[in-house]
């Protein structure tokens, strides 16, 4: 890979008939550049995984999304068509649960 690839480039050349990597090409360069974190791998205690308000969050939302908001729009049925009541109103709270759980498991 030159320096003018943005991403992996397949050099034939970098392996031997078997499949074995040839040593001194310039993808050996690449994979001993990117291959730094095996050498001082993090442990997962160490890294910053905390529930944390973000899990609580959204551990809400699972609660509304299965729980309370089939129960509302089953113990109180809305007055209006079978389509909005049975398609329409489950997907309020499930895009909301889509939006939580894309935000909560992100990292700033």
């Not at 050349?13 to 050498?39: H, I």
């Not at 609580?56 to 999304?65: C, N, Q």
């Not at 729980?67 to 398609?87: E, K, R």
């Amino acid at each position: 890979m030159t320096s003018s690839d943005d991403g992996y480039v397949h050099d034939p050349n970098a392996f031997d008939e078997d499949g074995s990597r040839v040593e001194g090409t310039d993808a050996d360069a690449d994979t001993e550049s990117d291959d730094t974190w095996l050498e001082e791998p993090v442990h997962p205690e160490n890294a910053d995984r905390e529930f944390g308000r973000r899990g609580w969050i959204l551990v809400g939302v699972i609660v509304m999304a299965f729980l309370v908001a089939p129960g509302l729009i089953l113990l109180t049925p809305p007055d209006t068509s079978y389509l909005f009541a049975m398609l329409i109103l489950p997907l309020v709270p499930a895009v909301l649960l889509a939006a939580t759980a894309v935000w909560a498991t992100t990292r700033p």
